[in-house]
């Protein structure tokens, strides 16, 4: 079906449905609380404090400021949240997440929580493969996204000192709902997303919404890697003095997993200039290809499996949960908040360990003067005679292919609070509040890479044999190891633990008319349990079971599961936070705040850092983070700004799979974060400005990196949204941008800053139907994100990652 067909059948859905009330009318500019001042802030907090009279910095994104960032993955949301650094370039999941300089010195958010509902997504936000955003979706039962950085996220969340960013959703307090459909301009993709919710009686009401989508993506895979959906429902039941209220999510979704790839780098270290390979484009293509999806292994029994590259990452996630809030007496509250959610699936997806040209590469695998072949596409068997010019680059992949069978992150967490408000003389009221948080995380997953020969091109590349001198074939249709020797076997692994959390917190706070000051305190205690096991080589393995010994077969790494290790360790850190707000008028206000906060380590530690008796040291266990912030609130009839002064002190210990390093280091970062809005007369702009002065203060692992820069810390992150409306017509830009970052620690090669500007347009067609086109990345640019080389190579081509490229949608919502 075209993309035209596919668009007049959303539009013909949407007229099926008739309205069942008007939409909203204009409000006058003087009505609109632009930076929602007023609204409570219920993400990492005690509760109950608006926004401007809290000593916290706290953000909100509503449904359609969303629809206007026009984003193509959930974590691509959070580039608009100030002081956030989302590098958002691994597809719809894998996103590496830091804030306020933080640092990520191996993958995923670990000093930052993602939340649904007030709900850790994942207990540890940088589980390797498991990061957070892989099991959260973005759709129509999102009411706002609230974060709060730094402050009292530390007291008030377990491993998250750097803050929260929580997805809260709508529970059906006004009848009505909307359809929408989503197609591809320039790429294959089909979503549908729907919501609906509404009172039932007086006292009961309900919200459900989903979506599900078909494609192949804004890159070049060469088959819909992304396939998938999720449904997500709500129901409220209110008492005289409360209420209950139960959840439901299951998320079973497919998308292709972005991993570094070949980008070309001319010029130098200080001055790079980046471009693509010849045949293969960095914002559009993939190693993913049609010839290269079904391959067979060994699983984590080290028994046969044939493994579907198209899982990509794959997660299957089913969570039910409720929350109750009743009033107990006057002034006494107690409020409690479970979840319960099972999480599997699978992460796959190639890295290429090695670009090179392509002669080399044959000549380390099978020697002196070995030839290539096709193992497989249009060309499969024929000989290729000329390897420098390989698809004009000359260039080979010795492809690792990530394959990671995520068996158990299922995970539990309960928050038990109770609230005793005091209203003291005048106008002071104190808040009392003790609560005990409990959770529970499992990582259970296997790893078994093996490793490939791959042709650099972007349309559906091809594997590649090799033959020794001697006539010899030495790989097996593009299979040059069951395993990956070229990083000396590590990486064929089984992880099987879990970890426990016990948190008793307290806090108080004193609000009067003008001054609020608040204080927090909390205690987490954890216990990791389970084992781990490693790679062994395993001799003349017939893994296909064809009777035959090949070469890859002579030598395969299994799972060493007869000999797992202990892991079997206890940590505690004690947690605070101070803060004080003072309102000099009801527009105006300024706060301070100091917080120490910490982060337990989990499955990073594993393979390193594990005694034998299964303990680890103090340091190991846990890393600290100390912060200073210093804010200041205001907003008139037509503008509201936000502005915070931030320091912080972090300790980080931490393992990277692809390097092979583990990190033993501290951090100091300082810096201001802006967020403002202005409209006046249909103009509106809103956008928010970080700058970041961070730097390596101590490496106990190597000391020539202290003082350096850490790696990808831009000193400055920014977006801002114009748009402009007239009567049934919006138009408007999105603009992501960051200066200049170091690739490495080492501060050699610089990635160049970039502006990414996602722009949309809209019309009210009818009243309720809309009509929108967007585009994310309309000037197409490369704009990288991390790159796994810290200098350029001999022959200027680097592994990295960037910014998906152009892509254009069109959808047609309907809202009732």
Known sequence: MSNISKLLCGVSLAMLITPTSAYAEDTENNDVDLLLMDEIVVTGTAGGTTKLHSSVSVSSIGTEQISDYAPRSTAEIFRNIPGIRSESSGGEGNANIAVRGLPVAAGGAKFLQLHEDGHPVMEFGDIAFGNADIFLRADYSIDRIESIRGGSASTFASNSPGGVINFISKTGEEAGGSIGATIGLDFNSTRVDFEYGTPINDTLRFHVAGFYREGEGPRRSGYNGNSGGQIKANVTKEFENGYVRLYFKHLNDRSVGILPMPVLVTGSNSDPVVGSVA???????????????????????????????????????????????????????????????????????????????????????????????????????????????????????????????????????????????????????????????????????????????????????????????????????????????????????????????????????????????????????????????????????????????????????????????????????WSYSLGANYAFSDDLATFARYSRGGRANADRLLFGKINPDGSVSDEDAVDMVNQIEVGVKYRADNLGVFATFFYAKTEEQNFEATTQKFVDRTFKAKGVELEAVYQINGFDIRGSVTFTDAEISKDALNVALEGNTPRRQADLIYSFTPSYSYDRFTVGANVIGTTSSFAQDDNQLVMPGYAQVNAFAYVEVVEGLRLSVNANNLFDVIGLTESEEGSIPANGVIRARSIAGRSITASLKYSF
């Open 279 to 573: 045949g293969f484009d960095a914002g559009s293509d993939t190693p993913h290809s049609v010839f290269f999806q079904k391959v067979l292994g060994l699983n984590g029994d080290n028994n046969p499996r044939t493994t579907d590259i198209s899982d990509g990452m794959r997660p299957i996630s089913t969570s039910v949960g409720g929350e109750f809030s009743f009033d107990l007496a006057e002034g006494l509250n107690i409020t409690d908040k479970i979840r319960v959610t099972s999480n599997r699936g699978r992460f796959v997806s190639p890295f290429p360990s090695q670009v090179d040209d392509a002669q080399g590469i044959a000549d380390s695998i099978g020697g002196a003067g070995s030839t290539l072949s096709y193992a497989n596409g249009p060309n499969g068997g024929d000989a290729i005679s000329n390897p420098a010019g390989l698809n004009g680059n000359g260039l080979l992949m010795r492809t690792h292919l990530f394959n990671v069978e995520i068996n158990d992150f299922g995970n539990f967490s309960n928050d038990l609070r109770l609230k005793k408000t005091l209203d003291m003389d005048g106008d002071t009221t104190v808040n009392l509040m003790a609560g005990y948080y409990k959770s529970r995380q499992t990582i259970d997953m296997d790893w078994v890479w093996d490793t490939f020969l791959l042709e650099v091109k972007g349309d559906n590349a091809a594997l590649i044999d090799v033959t020794d001198a001697s006539g010899n074939l030495v790989t097996d249709n593009g299979l040059v190891a069951f395993g990956v020797p070229f990083w000396g076997n590590c990486c064929t692994r089984s992880y099987d633990t879990t970890y426990d959390i016990d948190a008793p917190y307290a806090s108080v706070s004193v609000e009067t008319d003008k001054l609020n000051v608040d204080a927090s305190i909390r205690y987490d205690s954890g216990n990791a349990f389970g084992t781990f096991a490693g790679a062994v080589q395993s001799a003349n393995l017939d893994v296909n079971q064809d009777g035959v010994i090949s070469v890859p077969e002579q030598s395969v790494s299994v799972i060493d599961n007869a000999n797992p290790s202990v892991v079997d360790y206890d940590w505690s850190y």
